[in-house]
């Protein structure tokens, strides 16, 4: 069996056993920059802001690149879906002279909020059982009131199938309650019953895999966050790296170091223990056996 195949519903196959503990002790795939497939060039966002000055006169040498280093993932959120994927890391923009909310990663994405959000509320029709973990965060040009009109849409958007943050669900306690969307919101000044806070992710913020696993297992020492948390296994490359690789790319890279981490991956164990995981997330989900193996944690006797 393809690793992609027969994980669009994973979460009704779940052994018994965790279903009945909260979402926090299960092992959960997620996507790091879930919209970063769809990437503008003519974007007026352009990331690190080390590059802003070189844009204006070598933008056509230098979009090329940040695109190629900005594009962590290749699969539309349904694809992702599909493929077994239940957190998704979503990083939106407002834009200048537009009422619609963008995603971004180097670059704005020529997709907005509301498409992928009807995108996925459609998917979400068709596997009722199935829950999402959405973590909004690093906003940029975003007011106010724009942030009241995001929230706005939405807990209008997906209305009751939002899961209150009363308490920790399990799987049990959302097929009871029909809820399949965990909406977490990362900015305080936006209060609801339905916004959750902030979700730690442990970023090592290394190029190396081998200095991000080593990040990894000492987070680990210091025993698991309470609730929802991320492992995350994504690499980081800054502008000096981009310009030095200028014959590869962020998938090139990521995928090179993918057998490393996923052995890393295929050790660690969901639950309450002080050294379990929750979420793992990683680039380029759904292109190899990441979902998989980490399903599969729910799967191993511990």
């Known amino acids: 069996m393809a690793e992609a195949e027969g994980l669009a519903d994973w ?3 779940l052994n018994e056993t965790f279903t009945t503990v909260p979402l926090s002790h299960i092992a959960i795939p997620g996507s790091h920059d879930a919209m970063a497939y769809s990437l503008d060039m003519d974007s007026p966002v352009l990331e690190p802001d080390s590059l802003k000055p070189m844009d204006n006169m070598f933008s056509a040498f230098l979009r090329p690149i940040v695109k190629k280093w900005g594009t962590a993932q290749d699969k539309t959120i349904s694809e992702q879906l599909d493929a077994g994927t239940r957190y998704f890391d979503l990083r939106v923009a407002g834009k200048p002279e537009s009422s619609d909310f963008f995603f971004y990663h180097g670059l704005y994405t020529t997709m907005t909020v509301k498409e992928a959000m009807t995108e996925l509320k459609t998917w979400l029709g068709q596997h ?4 999402v973990i959405l973590a909004f965060s690093h906003f940029k040009e975003m007011s106010a009131d724009q942030h009241t009109d995001l929230t706005n849409f939405l807990k209008e958007h997906f209305k009751t199938k939002l899961c209150p943050k009363a308490k920790m669900p399990s799987m049990k306690d959302c097929w009871e309650s029909s809820y399949q969307v965990i909406l977490s919101y990362d900015d305080r000044n936006i209060e609801d019953p339905v916004l959750w806070p902030r979700i730690g992710y442990w ?19 210091t025993g698991r966050p309470e609730g929802l948390f991320v492992a995350g296994l994504n690499l980081t490359f800054d502008a000096n790296d981009m310009l030095q690789y200028l014959t590869t790319s962020l998938k090139e890279k990521t995928m090179t170091a993918y057998p490393l981490l996923l052995e890393w ?3 660690q164990h969901p639950g309450s223990g002080t050294q379990s995981i929750n979420i793992i997330a990683g680039d380029f989900v759904g292109v190899n056996s990441f979902a998989h193996d980490v399903i599969q944690l729910n799967n191993a006797k511990n």
């Not at 991000?212 to 680990?220: A, Q, T, Y």
Request: no cysteine.
């Open 11 to 13: 979460m009704s196959k």
């Open 128 to 131: 009722s059982k199935e829950v």
């Open 203 to 221: 970023w090592a913020d290394n190029s190396d895999p081998n200095e991000v696993i080593s990040f990894l297992d000492n987070k680990k020492q």
């Open 265 to 267: 991956v295929k050790e």
